[in-house]
């Protein structure tokens, strides 16, 4: 069996991580990893850099196996960490939605204009739609700089004319448009709005991000198909992820679970909790039994819910870089870590305390310290002074108050799995309750918080080899993944499959069976024009509901949703160091 190349990269917030890994069968073998810091404001050379050192790390013949590539796949934490500090992009959202609740209700962010007009569930106009406002409102927007925008409509699904002409008139302003209809197909209209809103808001630094790292690669003469980690733990084609970032916002996350599963041999026994700590979040999930935990009720970002498929994922704004503030106006300063991250830990060239300056004056014995831990204590002891505090005291309270956010998350994610039948990639547990028997660890501060962690939580914890580039080796193994959902009225005599923004018309006697069947060919299809023709289709959800036509005969509303299963090429051999 002739060996495969697969290179994994991960661009987070503080680091750019690297990892190239190669196997002939279910077991893969690490060639070289490496780890670079992130520049924000140049991106390409973040990348470039990571090459290079994973190059240098490969040796005198990395040319000829950078050549033999042939998956390469990105994660990146850029935009949850974004979101997570309040540093995404703010969205004008055009909202339609026709008699009923004002969709007001249900809102993101400050820039909303609602245009009158709506349809009824099947998608038939109950009153035309007017832009007037909607027109004078995005020159507005405009204006103020307002650099993204976000329409949606109630039914639009089920027929995406109000939404396409709301669309065109924000577009005449010269800003770009993020279409609900093109992102997900289910009717629930207040995570449609959330999920179109989210993707507005890092569609910018999303394309930022593959517009640095796609000439990176070509110019390292990495010439295979570029995929990008998704948050339900699969990868899909650059081009596609493009018209749909929100899918990849909890991409971080899902390289961690991925890596996780491809490091440690616990992963596969009973519960596992996954942490991993980066320089600006710490990413939680869940592993039972060898396959992550999915979220069912779609993906959640800032307290809304989306229709975005994801892992059972919390993202905390506490990291290792993430800044340490006091508040001075009490008797007792209140001190607090992150959301913020503003640069490196002293330790690392810095100019202001941070977790990890707070972990580095507090720890001994089998807690390690990083970095220059003199300079660390000496930014604890200027702001400790400031804040009439001990240093002593100040890093004891930022420690706790981090470890204290970290377990309130967890237990927050634990209490919503199990608050419902669990359901992982592989099955549904519906009388397995969640109770993590340990923590796999990750990420670059892992050691530095090991032994404090176990105690807070009362678990052991395990860090797993190459635990520093956990997130880089779960995008390098993640298989390739996509899913669709079509919608068929047979009253109006039509089939629609909202992400390829396509129509085709069906008979009066169309059936579910015949539903299922053209999903997944259709998926199957788009796949095959990927070149990915090994993927194991499934239906993940189908419904039908009786329905009268406009002349009162009986129809059929049908749906179906498929998806390729994800899960990840192999594992790595153990023993490796």
């Known amino acids: 069996m002739d060996e495969k190349f697969f290179l994994g990269i991960d661009a987070g917030g503080t680091h750019t991580d690297a990892a190239l890994l190669a196997g002939a069968g279910r077991t893969i073998r690490l060639i070289a990893a490496a780890k670079v810091k992130t520049c924000h404001e140049d991106l390409p050379f973040s990348v470039r850099e990571a090459l290079t050192a994973l190059g240098s790390a490969v040796g005198s013949d990395s040319t000829a196996l950078f050549g033999r590539i042939s998956s390469v796949t990105l994660g990146t934490t850029l935009a949850v960490n974004a979101l997570v500090q309040n540093r995404a992009d703010a969205v004008g959202l055009a909202l339609s939605a026709g008699p009923g609740l004002d969709p ?5 962010g400050a820039h909303v204009c609602v245009a009158p007009g709506g349809l009824d569930h099947r998608g038939v106009e109950v009153s035309p739609l007017r832009l007037e406002k909607l027109a004078a409102r995005a020159l507005v927007w405009r204006g103020e700089g307002i650099p993204a925008t976000a329409c949606v409509g109630k039914f639009s699904p089920r027929n995406p004319a109000h939404e396409r002409a709301m669309a065109a008139a924000v577009a005449t302003a010269g800003l770009p448009v993020t279409q609900g209809c093109r992102l997900a197909g289910s009717l629930n209209f207040p995570r449609r709005i959330a999920t179109a809103y989210y993707n507005a808001a890092v569609e910018r630094l999303h394309h930022k991000f593959l517009n640095a790292v796609e000439p990176a690669l070509a110019n390292a003469g990495i010439c295979a198909k570029s995929m990008l980690l998704k948050a339900d733990g699969g990868a899909v084609p650059i081009f596609l992820s493009r018209r749909c970032p929100v899918q ?3 991409s971080g996350p899902a390289g961690s679970v991925m890596g996780v599963l491809a490091m440690s041999p616990s992963a596969g026994q009973g519960c596992s909790l996954v942490l991993d700590i980066g320089g600006t979040t710490t990413d939680i999930a869940l592993v039972l039994d060898g396959s992550p935990v999915i979220d069912r009720d779609g993906m959640l970002l800032n307290g809304r819910r989306t229709l975005v498929r994801s892992l059972a994922t919390a993202s905390v704004g506490v990291g290792g870089d993430s800044l340490i503030t006091a508040d001075e106006t009490t008797d007792d300063a209140v001190v607090r870590v992150g959301p913020l991250r503003e640069g490196p830990a002293m330790a690392f060239g810095g100019n202001r305390p941070t977790l990890l300056d707070a972990l580095n004056a507090r720890n001994s014995g089998t807690d390690a310290a990083a970095g220059d831990a003199a300079a660390s204590r ?9 804040c009439g505090l001990s240093p002593a005291d100040l890093a004891r309270q930022a420690v706790d108050n981090a470890l204290t956010q970290v377990r309130k998350a967890a237990q927050n994610l634990l209490d919503g799995v199990n608050a419902r039948p669990i359901y992982t990639l592989t099955a549904l547990r519906a009388l397995h309750e969640a109770q993590p028997a340990r923590i796999l660890l990750v990420g670059g501060p892992a050691t530095c918080l090991r032994e404090r962690l176990s105690a807070v939580f009362g678990l052991p914890v395990e860090i797993p080899v190459h635990a520093d580039v956990a997130n880089a080796i779960g995008a390098a193994l ?11 009225d047979t009253g109006q005599g039509l089939l629609r499959t909202p992400i390829f923004d396509l129509e085709e018309a069906i008979g009066k006697t169309y059936t579910p069976t015949a539903a299922r069947e053209r999903a997944c060919a259709l998926l199957t299809a788009h796949l095959a024009a990927e070149g990915i023709t090994d993927a194991t289709v499934e239906v993940l959800e189908e419904d039908m509901f009786a329905t009268l036509d406009d002349r009162g005969y009986g129809a059929k509303d049908i749906r179906v949703v498929c998806q390729t299963v994800p899960g990840i090429a192999g594992r790595l051999a153990a023993g490796l160091p």
């Open 248 to 250: 990849s916002i909890l």
């Open 478 to 488: 993640t298989l390739p993944t996509a899913a669709l959902e079509i919608y068929a």
């Open 104 to 108: 007001r209700r249900f809102a993101l």
């Open 378 to 386: 000496a930014g604890i002891a200027v702001l400790a002074e400031a």
